[in-house]
């Protein structure tokens, strides 16, 4: 079975946030909350390099090791998922994810968090596929659909792969090698420890 | 000389809180930005790689933090059971010193007279510290091993309900708790500043551990007044962490939220297996003792016993005896 992965080519990526607004609008995603952002490194100066981030759904996640009550599960196809019902808010995840993924409501008294969220790769969550319930919770569930990530569908410039690891792993390295020269495969080396040889 | 060690670590905890709401920020690559995530990450010894995001949530321009695994190892590595191994050998320790020492009685056996020795504040004082303690440990160890002890028994639902209760708990109870100490604080500190008396309380052991040996004492004996200072710096290391994860990244950034966590878990366990001691000695450890803080009344000859000097102080002002 394919194990899916993020892949963006840094190279690419002209920070449209045209991920950032499909990923909004597909899952309907609450005001303060962003599932996916886009960063910029060395922003108006030389080397300059735009990066579309979202949960990685990590080999080994640390979320998963650490959540308090233990309400995260990996689907066959290595998508990290969370269950909503389950999640007390603690902030946890937040602290041990590397790419800050995790996203807090803010709800009720102090600096309390509500329920968790954060990219389901859209894979939705632990209800019955494509139900009312799930969309409401998790957003939409377009792999169930057979169809891969709307982020990386939208993208303009074809910079954020979503997809099998390996099969995306091979458009990136064909590139590269058209090129000559690689952009780095941001998180790579964190989310898979496979670093970004490819 | 033992006050200004004292000071010594009431600073290195004030230091370490100023530590935690000042954690700056590591800056972005300053110069070229490789080509190459691990590059970067060794250009930036691990720190982590900060850019800039057009919405408004500053905690987003982090790109990607290295060390949110780091601190996951450490809280489920060695945190974890050092907290779980100091439990555990609290526990064993306290039941073989019953069994071994047994209940410690009072040697003269009971006067039948009573004199005074916590009045309603001081009571007041110390149980709304001991009942909002009671809850904070316990909903605060249901964290950090109720996930492995707890949720196998009662299943995820009913898990996940008790954790969320024990969360709101855990958030209310700290503001009473913080207060108790406070009041414990103002009310006992004079009677907790070390003297030489002490020395000659530690090098008898107390006491503890042979019958008919009675070292002077004041109000608190040298044991009690270690209780003392413990509650109060681990109080005050628990409520500077612990606010600070209560309001997250309100002073701090993830560093910092990382490190008060960690901090925060350390501090509790050690405060629960140190108060685990102070409620034995003062419930079945020794006889008459519980009466100090249940009717505020203890027995005359358990006080000469155990509080010989205070007794004399009581008695020199006239006071005390029923
Ligand atoms: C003084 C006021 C206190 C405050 C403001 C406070 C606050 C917090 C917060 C915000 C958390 C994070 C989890 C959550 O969101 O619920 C936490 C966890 C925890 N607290 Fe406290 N707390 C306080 C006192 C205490 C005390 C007295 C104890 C021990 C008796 C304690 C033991 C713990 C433990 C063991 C954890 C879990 C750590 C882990 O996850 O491993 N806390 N506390
Ligand atoms: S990117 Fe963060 S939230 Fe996603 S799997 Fe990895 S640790 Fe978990
Ligand atoms: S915020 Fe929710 S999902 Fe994250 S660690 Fe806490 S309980 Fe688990």
């Not at chain 1, 045209?18 to 303060?32: L, S």
């Not at chain 1, 057979?146 to 074809?158: F, N």
């Not at chain 2, 410690?104 to 001991?130: Q, V």
Request: hydrophobic residues 45%; contains cysteine; charged residues 20%.
């Amino acid at each position: 079975m394919a194990r899916m992965k993020f892949l963006c080519d840094s190279e690419r990526c002209i920070e449209c946030n045209a991920c950032v607004t499909a990923c909004k609008n597909e899952h309907e995603v609450p005001w303060g909350i962003n599932r996916r952002r886009v960063v910029t490194l060395n922003d108006g100066a030389k080397g300059e390099r735009s990066i579309s981030m979202a949960c990685m759904h990590c080999e080994d996640a640390p979320c998963m090791a650490v959540c308090p009550v233990d309400c995260f599960y990996k689907t066959e196809e290595g998508v990290v998922l969370h269950s909503k019902d389950l999640c007390i808010g603690c902030g946890y995840c937040f602290y041990a994810c590397p790419f800050g993924a995790p996203q807090y409501p803010q709800v009720g008294n102090f600096g309390s968090r509500g329920k968790m969220d954060k990219c389901t790769f859209c894979a939705g969550g632990p209800e019955a596929d494509n139900t009312k319930e799930e969309y409401l919770k998790y957003g939409a569930n377009r792999l169930a659909e057979g169809k891969l990530p709307l982020c990386a569908e939208m993208c303009s410039t074809k910079a954020l792969l979503a997809g099998d690891g390996d099969v995306i792993a091979q458009i990136y390295k064909e590139r590269v090698t058209r090129r000559g020269y690689g952009s780095g495969a941001w998180g790579w080396a964190t989310a898979y420890k496979t670093g970004s040889s490819v | 000389m033992r006050l200004f060690h004292l000071k010594r670590t009431i600073w290195a905890v004030l230091a370490l809180g100023v530590m935690i709401a000042f954690a700056a920020p590591q800056p972005a690559a300053a110069q070229q930005v490789p080509a190459d995530e691990a590059a970067l990450l060794q250009q930036l010894k691990g720190g982590p790689v900060t850019g800039r995001v057009s919405i408004p949530d500053v905690k987003s321009s982090v790109l990607i933090q290295p060390q949110g695994r780091e601190w996951r190892e450490t809280l489920e590595g060695p945190v974890k059971s050092f907290g779980g191994w100091l439990l555990l050998v609290t526990v064993v320790v306290l039941a073989a010193f019953l069994a071994i020492r047994g209940r410690i009685k009072i040697d003269s056996g009971p006067a039948g007279r009573t004199i005074e020795r916590f009045n309603g504040t001081e009571r007041f004082a110390h149980w709304l510290t001991a009942i909002c303690f009671i809850v904070l440990g316990l909903s605060g160890l249901n964290l950090s091993f109720g996930r492995a002890v707890v949720l196998p028994i009662i299943g995820p639902e009913a898990f996940a309900s008790l954790t969320t209760f024990g969360k709101l708990a855990h958030n209310f109870l700290s503001f009473p708790f913080v207060l108790g100490v406070l009041l414990m604080a103002i009310l006992w500190i004079r009677h907790n500043l070390p003297n030489a008396i002490d020395i000659t309380w530690i090098k008898q052991g107390g006491g503890l551990l042979q019958k008919g040996v009675h070292p002077p004492a004041g109000k608190f004996n040298a044991g009690q007044k270690v209780i003392f200072w413990f509650v109060v710096i681990g109080a005050l290391t628990l409520a500077v962490s612990g606010y600070i994860l209560m309001f997250p990244f309100y002073v701090t950034d993830i560093a910092g939220m990382q490190l008060a966590q960690l901090v925060h878990a350390v501090a509790g366990v050690v405060m629960v297996a140190i108060i685990l001691a102070h409620i034995y000695i003062g419930s079945i450890g020794m006889e008459g003792a519980f009466d100090a803080m249940g009717s505020g009344k203890v027995d005359l000859n358990w006080a000469k016993e155990h509080h010989s000097l205070w007794v004399q102080e009581v008695r020199a002002r006239g006071a005390g005896d029923d």
